[in-house]
């Protein structure tokens, strides 16, 4: 069946557009203004289409074909279903915006021919679009580890560098570690049929301890793309390794397909749910948003900032998923939906806030060279563009109203709010108190995006080079402006999004929220408990208020300004180094949360020449639960190493003894 | 809509503008004579607004248009927080546009602006300042909400006026779980609004002040809005405080303007109350260090949490 007039045609074609474009890269691959100035758009443009084409057939129904490519009678089952759709559309909408900026982006330099990555970059963004249609394990996992493995690229575009290396290798390996809990995960969910399909597996009958080992090797699985705590090591070595562009589209969409992926197993492929299990990727969700805020407020790499912020917002989507799972487990359909919805919407939010932000940080570090914040500042003077669309996505990012931030994390907290009503006792005590945990982490957050924005964009610049930043060009702009028009869009309109996000739920799991006659403006999500929010007035008053603020001033008053030397309660002599460095900022949080952090802080005695103040911050995890695997496998190997002899005569042997073993065996 | 919104939101929002000044007046009278001072007029924060608005604005060579939006926008945040808190009556157009949970946002909204503002000029004490603000915030913020979450969840909703009127309509019981949340609240209160313990309204002494560092740089009308905004921000927490905790004589369901007349008086009164006891909790405490301030609001948290178990388990 070629379904050439359906959404699903049109999907598939623009995912191979894609594949071309990025085949076209290896055309002239020494071109840089062949390269990115006319591909990359041409990319960018696919992506908006993509975005369009699956926001109208949101509610279409699903829609299957069978693509005879592949192994011989192993051909590649495809579904599109409103949860593919509402992936494929934040895959698209925010990848546009990342393109058209990459276009403007990539410059002369060592490291990967931009051809080349023209072509691993469009490879990524097919991938991904193919993880999310795949319907059966085997095309799923193939596109899987194209995903994998073109992104791992992209991260190593600077391969000269050791560091960037050994973050690419991490990378690759907790991406493998997780794969392989994938296909495991696939293989018991066949539940003895050996088939493969999706479909297969809707209609497997598991007994409860084998659903329940998929679920958990899935959650492992996902749970390790997606930088779930504590598998998360491998974000803030990566995040920064990449080109911006590459760090954007990583976290802001590929963690998202394992967020897809986690959703596809537990509520379509996964029948025989137990409503226990939710408690697990709640747990580690309220852990994770916590961890992550946290190490995000301490750090002085604005990229690592981000990555770690990044764990935070996987966080709250997974403790979304969590208490989803646990409504669903004990039969509450309308706080399950909103729950859903709630994770859904914060999967579209952080998509196009921490693309924006991690674009606005490869905008600055074009202009500056600098990833260190505390050799940043000041900005704002310089880069206006970027500064002005990046607070935007820094406001989101804090969770503030009217921007889309606030919207999905205060569906979370009602959802929360009502957790004490499932009918389980102790279970119903503990949920509520992750609200608290949830409420801290995005009041840090707010903390955190003040860190990042006010020491970045604001102060005095605290190197004198920083008075050569330009501003970003007109694509550069574009891009973040795109990114930053979406984070406006998805806060002031949330009743049309979760219009679309209805739909999604009511497919996935059967559960909807109640309809409320509500006007455009106004969002209720449950009828019955009468809370509501408009983003829209709240806008508007403020607004108003402010207009009639700065009218009635300047009117009854006067306009007078003048300039002057800043104040500092007369001190003269202050300058741009004693103004709160990255370290300072975050000196609060590290003082508080000792407990989680490994410090290592060298202070200068007072009699010191050359006073040097150096501070580390390392991750307890890390040294907990990764440094002795190295020793671990180095010992494993040791122990094995007197099988390698070298000589040939010995290896024949052990093909000898092995095959006399196998034949043993079988016979 | 009924013909009574419309003026109950309008009487409320001019009463918060007007009546805020007048609350810090009356708080620094009280001080004054609980520490034996011959106490400035209560009228001063008004003769201080205007004289501020008529002065020249002096801003840094280096500020950015960042800085001089934010006093608007704190000012605004404020004023908008004031018309959906039911101080006055229930009937409120505004409240449905926020629920108690993003009115917290809106009041982080002030906070984080105020902060970026502090940062703008690039001065160590405005950085200093914006640090500790943030600190001091990101602690009772979740306090806030929590306490927010108790009371909503005994009037399971989050929407102001629907909390108001479940909690003044219940036969006069006493919530185990309201008593905490009280005595939590009490405590974010004074940090959020920079009194002591944690911060001296009266200072400028460096080393020790949080909200005064951050206005360092702002002068004349800026510096006005910012003052009247924190007014307005006090005024706000104390009718927060009223409508969970002490929501009695707030006109509720009914349409009659005599009820709203007649929480005129009942509001004046529960501010004087307010504002005395303040000040005597103020007088009492000594100002914490500034490493002590953590500990102040996580206990605060705890409360609010405490709070919020006790009333699961006892559902009450």
């Not at chain 1, 999907?11 to 390269?35: D, E, N, Q």
């Not at chain 1, 137990?274 to 747990?283: E, K, N, S, T, Y």
């Not at chain 1, 007369?570 to 741009?576: C, F, H, N, Q, R």
């Not at chain 1, 103004?579 to 000792?594: M, T």
């Amino acid at each position: 069946m070629a379904p050439s007039d359906s959404s699903l045609g049109i999907s598939l074609t623009l995912l191979a557009l894609w594949c071309f474009i990025g085949l076209a890269g290896l055309l002239r691959p020494k071109s840089l203004g062949y390269v990115a100035r006319t591909l990359f758009p041409l990319g960018a443009l696919c992506g908006a289409a993509l975005a369009a084409v699956s926001a109208v057939s949101l509610a279409g129904a699903p829609e299957t074909a069978i693509l005879p490519i592949g192994l011989p009678d192993l051909p590649v089952h495809l579904r599109r279903d409103a949860l593919a759709s509402f992936f494929l559309f934040l895959l698209g909408a925010a990848s546009s915006g990342i393109s058209i900026f990459a276009a403007g982006y990539f410059r002369r330099g060592a490291g990967t021919l931009p051809g080349l990555m023209c072509l691993q970059y469009h490879l990524f963004l097919a991938s991904m679009g193919f993880v999310l249609l795949a319907d059966d394990a085997y095309a799923f996992m193939v596109a899987w580890e194209t995903m994998a493995l073109s992104s791992y690229f992209l991260v190593t575009t600077q391969h000269g560098l050791a560091e960037i290396r050994r973050a690419g290798f991490l990378y690759l390996l907790i991406a493998h570690v997780g794969a392989i809990s994938i296909l495991l995960a696939f293989g018991v969910m066949q539940g003895g049929s050996w088939q493969f399909t999706f479909d297969a597996m809707r209609s497997a009958q598991l007994d409860p301890r084998g659903a329940t080992a998929a679920f958990l090797l899935a959650l492992l699985g996902f749970g390790a793309k997606a930088g779930l705590v504590p598998l998360h090591v491998w974000l803030p070595e990566a995040h920064p390794a990449a080109p911006s562009p590459v760090s954007a589209l990583m976290s802001g969409v590929m963690l998202k397909t394992a967020v897809y992926g986690m959703l596809r197993v537990t509520f379509d492929l996964l029948g025989h749910a137990q409503w226990w299990w939710g408690l697990v990727p709640l747990g580690l969700g309220l852990l994770s948003a916590f961890y992550g805020v946290v190490f995000a407020a301490v750090q002085t790499d604005m990229k690592r900032l981000l990555a770690y912020s990044s764990i935070e917002n996987i966080g709250i989507i997974f403790t979304g998923l969590g208490l989803a799972m646990v409504f669903h487990g004990v039969g509450m359909p309308s706080l399950e939906a909103l729950a859903l919805i709630a994770l859904l919407y914060h999967s579209l939010n952080h998509a196009f806030i921490k693309s924006l932000l991690f674009l606005g940080t490869g905008a600055v570090l074009h202009s500056t060279g600098e990833r260190n914040l505390g050799r940043l500042g000041g900005l704002i003077h310089r880069m206006p563009w970027v500064a002005w669309l990046t607070l935007i996505g820094a406001l989101a990012m804090a969770g503030l109203p009217p921007l889309n931030g606030f919207v999905s994390e205060w569906l979370l907290l009602q959802a929360f709010l009502f957790a004490h009503e499932v009918p389980r006792s102790f279970v119903n005590m503990l949920l509520p108190m992750g609200a608290a945990l949830i409420a801290m982490a995005a009041a840090l957050a707010g903390y955190v995006m003040v860190k990042f924005f006010g020491v970045i964009f604001l102060g005095q610049p605290r190197e004198a080079s920083l008075a050569n930043a330009k501003d970003a060009g007109i694509l550069e702009r574009t891009g973040l402006a795109w990114l930053a028009l979406g984070c406006f869009a998805l806060g002031m309109l949330p009743t049309y999004v979760i219009r679309g996000l209805r739909i999604v739920s009511t497919q996935l799991s059967g559960a909807a929220l109640p309809r409320a006659d509500a006007p455009w403006w106004l969002l209720i999500p449950l009828p019955d408990r009468q809370a509501s929010y408009s983003a829209v007035v709240l806008f508007l008053a403020v607004a108003a208020v402010v207009l009639i603020a700065v009218v009635a001033v300047r009117l009854v008053y006067h306009r007078r300004v003048r300039r002057s030397a800043a104040w500092d309660c007369g001190y003269g002599t202050l300058d741009a180094r004693m103004q709160d460095s990255a370290e300072g900022f975050g000196q609060p949080i590290r003082h508080i949360f000792q407990g989680f952090f490994g410090v290592e802080r060298e202070l200068p005695s007072p009699f010191d020449r050359k006073p040097h103040y150096r501070v580390v911050v390392t991750d307890l995890i890390w040294r907990a639960l990764y440094a002795p695997v190295e020793p671990l496998v180095q010992r494993v190997a040791n122990a094995f190493a007197w099988l390698q002899q070298g000589r040939i005569a010995s290896y024949l042997l052990y093909s000898f003894v092995t095959l006399i073993v196998l034949l043993g065996l079988v016979l | 809509m009924t013909p009574i919104e419309i003026p109950t939101q309008a009487l409320e929002l001019a009463a918060a503008l007007a009546a805020a000044p007048l609350f810090v007046g009356w708080i620094n009278q009280c001080r004054a004579w609980l520490q034996n001072r011959s106490a400035p007029s209560v009228w001063l924060p008004y003769r201080g607004i205007r004289k501020l608005f008529s002065k020249d604005a002096v801003i840094a060579r280096n500020a950015s248009p960042l800085f001089r939006i934010a006093p608007y926008i704190v000012f605004g945040t404020m004023v908008v927080a004031a018309a959906i808190i039911p101080s006055m009556g229930t009937r409120l157009p505004l409240t449905a546009a926020a629920d108690a949970i993003a009115l917290v946002g809106l009041l982080a909204t002030a906070r984080v602006f105020m902060s970026l503002a502090a940062m703008d000029v690039g001065t160590a004490f405005g950085t200093l300042g914006a640090r500790r603000e943030m600190m001091v915030g990101f602690l009772a913020e979740p306090a806030l909400l929590m306490v927010i979450f108790v009371a909503s969840m005994i009037s399971s909703t989050t929407a102001l006026p629907a909390i108001t009127e479940h909690l003044a309509t219940q036969t006069l019981g006493l919530f185990p779980s309201l008593a905490f949340t009280g005595i939590a609240f009490t405590m974010v209160l004074l940090a959020e609004n920079a009194r002591i313990p944690i911060d001296n309204p009266a200072t400028h002494l460096e080393l020790t002040m949080i909200h005064e560092a951050l206005l360092l740089e702002y002068s004349a009308r800026h510096l006005a809005l910012m003052e009247w905004a924190s007014a307005l921000k006090l005024f706000n927490y104390a009718c927060i405080g009223f409508a969970l905790f002490v929501p009695w004589g707030v006109s509720t369901g009914s349409d009659s303007p005599i009820s709203l007349l007649a929480s005129i008086p009942l509001l004046a009164a529960k501010l004087v109350v307010a504002g005395a006891g303040l000040a005597l909790i103020e007088t009492v405490s000594a100002k914490l260090r500034v490493f002590r301030a953590p500990e102040f609001l996580a206990v605060a948290f705890l409360l609010a949490v405490l709070g919020l178990l006790v009333h699961l388990l006892l559902g009450a």
